[in-house]
């Protein structure tokens, strides 16, 4: 891949081949809109949006919707421009520029200009740019894990979305800067600021720029949509960058990026690798203790926890009696596992008992944990393990510590206040302050699956509730921003629970007509692509309850319900969601000067 030349080096960029990592973290979802009064009929939900999503989006042109704003320029004649000098200290240029059938672009059925590029000093970048319908929108989309790829085919929360489907977004996504998966970019300065803060912020200049010459005028409209790293991309760009888009939607945010990949995925490792052992869990003891899990919670037939919050299921319920051996007709604990459990579900803490990441794996979630907290194998490595090694080794302090491992991780409020003061700065988006970002009219949607194996969804309630503090309460940030929460669902998708969702459409209309997404319904489709259950998630604190005794697969049987634990929330937690923490970092005379500051 080209790379830009760098004009101050803090050491030699030449890279160790490829990590392994094993950390991208899984991106995906997609979401059917209600718009209805909290607590009205779903029925129709999926209908009505799709027509609000035209509507929306055609009010944005004076173009008719069949062919949209047509290009001022082939896609061959957008590669000879030279634009390196268009947007101020965001110097780019274009690597290639070629046509895309309809047919072959993942993201809808339309034909497209595919503008690839780079950004100084190697943020590989891709923008889709319609060449027939566009509707003077821009979406960029973010990506998953530590990112180190450009991957533009797909936005985790708008399957379904007509608008995206037929061309009416321009559509580009980035590499954050590096361009391998684990964690070895960051024993560079300039790439750790990029993929820390800076790196999103430059492709929207970039974009724009390229889509006002591409077709003769700006885009009317941006937005964002990213889960996971996405997430955490998305509220960073709320938070630093208020004015680069109207709309942003924040799937299962890693925005405590510093705690998230140190003390949270090392706790989950060292409780199950208890004393440095064998694991004491395995993904064959996920079925039956899922099972005992959805008893001890009083789910319904459905195996679905729509307030796993307020569950407090104690593993030792279940423990082995003297001499008793568990089987799967008998299923039962060890005292280890016990253990184990009991941490896992508790959450990282330090000797006084304080938390050290603001959230904790929820009841409910177990099936979902293979592969992340728990091995294949007593033996075998859990991707925890791996989500650490990568952190520790190379992301956090000043110079690589290669021999660090998961095992490392000290929970002590000493140590943490040592790795946070090191990390919190270049990498978290977790300020509460939203202001900016509201003033210039903006739109958040969050959303989180409660059975969130990798990032658990109490750290974004915990923020939600941050951010409410910080605005005015609760009316004034609804005004603006909601939080959705998807019972068992997992990571990004997946899970037990209907995963599939456009909140795209949502925000759309959110931001071009003012209308707020009073409930959202969630699908399960199957593989061939036919829904076979539906239901509402409306916003916090409130959860989806059968209340009319309808079937249960049915988004119209449910009705919203206050949940008392969500909303009564508290932790005690040593560190804080504060404005304040964050650093720049800059080249200054020949060295990287790191200071206060947002940008």
């Known amino acids: 891949m080209p790379t830009l030349f760098r004009w101050h080096r803090w050491k030699s960029a030449t890279f160790m081949a490829t990590l392994a990592a094993g950390l991208a973290l899984v991106t995906g979802g997609s979401m059917a809109l209600a718009n209805g009064a909290t607590g009205s009929a779903q029925a129709a939900a999926s209908t009505s949006a799709s027509v609000n999503a035209s509507a929306s989006v055609n009010a944005t042109t004076s173009s008719s919707a069949s062919s949209g704003i047509a290009p001022a320029m082939s896609c061959a004649g957008i590669a000879s421009q030279d634009l390196a000098a268009a947007v101020p200290d965001v110097p780019f240029e274009i690597t290639s520029a070629t046509e895309l059938a309809a047919g072959s672009n993942t993201l809808g059925n339309w034909a497209a200009c595919v503008v690839k590029g780079v950004i100084a000093p190697q943020i590989h970048f891709e923008l889709r740019l319609p060449q027939t319908g566009w509707q003077a929108n821009y979406l960029q989309v973010g990506c998953g894990g530590l990112c180190g790829s450009v991957n533009v085919n797909s936005a985790p ?18 590499d954050e800067g590096h361009s391998q998966g684990g964690g070895l970019f960051s024993t560079d300065p300039t790439l750790r600021a990029d993929f820390g803060y800076k790196s999103d912020h430059l492709l929207a200049q970039a974009a724009k720029a390229l889509i006002k010459t591409y077709y003769g005028q700006a885009a009317t409209h941006s937005y964002f949509d990213g889960c996971s790293q996405g997430g955490h991309q998305a509220l960073t760009e709320a938070q630093r960058y208020p004015t680069d888009f109207d709309g942003i939607i924040a799937g299962a945010p890693a925005n405590n990026f510093t705690a998230l990949n140190t003390f949270s995925h090392a706790w989950t490792a060292q409780s199950v690798y208890l004393d440095g052992g064998p694991a004491t869990i395995t993904n064959a003891d996920l079925a039956a203790l899922h099972e005992a899990v959805l008893k001890g919670c009083g789910a319904p037939a459905d195996g679905i926890i729509a307030d796993p919050l307020s569950c407090t299921w104690d593993p030792a319920t279940i423990k082995c009696a003297a001499g008793q051996t568990s089987t799967s007709a008998d299923y039962c604990l060890t005292a280890d596992q016990v253990t184990t459990l009991r941490r896992i579900y508790a959450g990282p803490t330090d000797e006084n008992g304080e938390l050290l990441y603001p959230g904790y794996q929820l009841r409910g979630s177990e099936l979902n944990w293979a592969g992340i907290i728990t091995p294949a194998t007593a033996t075998g490595a859990s991707g925890d393990i791996s989500f650490v090694r990568e952190t520790i080794r190379y992301q956090i302090f000043n110079s690589p510590q290669p021999t660090l491992t998961y095992k490392d991780i000290k929970f002590t409020a000493a140590y943490y206040k040592k790795v946070m ?34 990032i658990p969804a109490v750290g974004t309630m915990a923020y939600y509730k941050a951010v409410q503090k910080v605005m005015g309460g609760a009316a004034a940030t609804e005004s603006f921003a909601r939080l959705f929460l998807l019972p068992g669902v997992a990571h990004c998708g997946g899970g037990q629970g209907p995963n599939t969702f456009d909140a795209l459409t949502a925000m759309v209309d959110w931001v071009t007509k003012g209308e707020a997404p009073s409930s959202l319904t969630t699908k399960s489709v199957d593989s061939s692509g036919n829904t076979t259950a539906t239901r509402p998630v409306y916003p916090f604190p409130y959860i989806a309850e059968n209340t009319t005794g309808g079937p249960a697969d049915e988004a119209g049987s449910y009705t919203p319900v206050k949940s008392t634990a969500e909303a009564g929330l508290r932790l005690n937690w040593l560190g ?7 650093t720049v970092g800059n080249w200054v005379n020949g060295k990287w000067v790191v200071s206060k500051g947002k940008v």
């Open 157 to 174: 929360a708008s399957a379904g979305c007509v608008p995206l489907t037929s061309g009416a977004f321009a559509v580009a996504s980035s």
């Open 421 to 454: 003061a090191l990390g919190e700065g270049m990498y978290d988006a977790t300020d509460p302050d939203l202001k900016a970002f509201k003033a210039a009219g903006g739109k958040l949607i969050l959303w989180h699956g409660l059975g969130d194996q990798h």
């Open 576 to 582: 804080s969601f504060r404005s304040g923490y964050e």
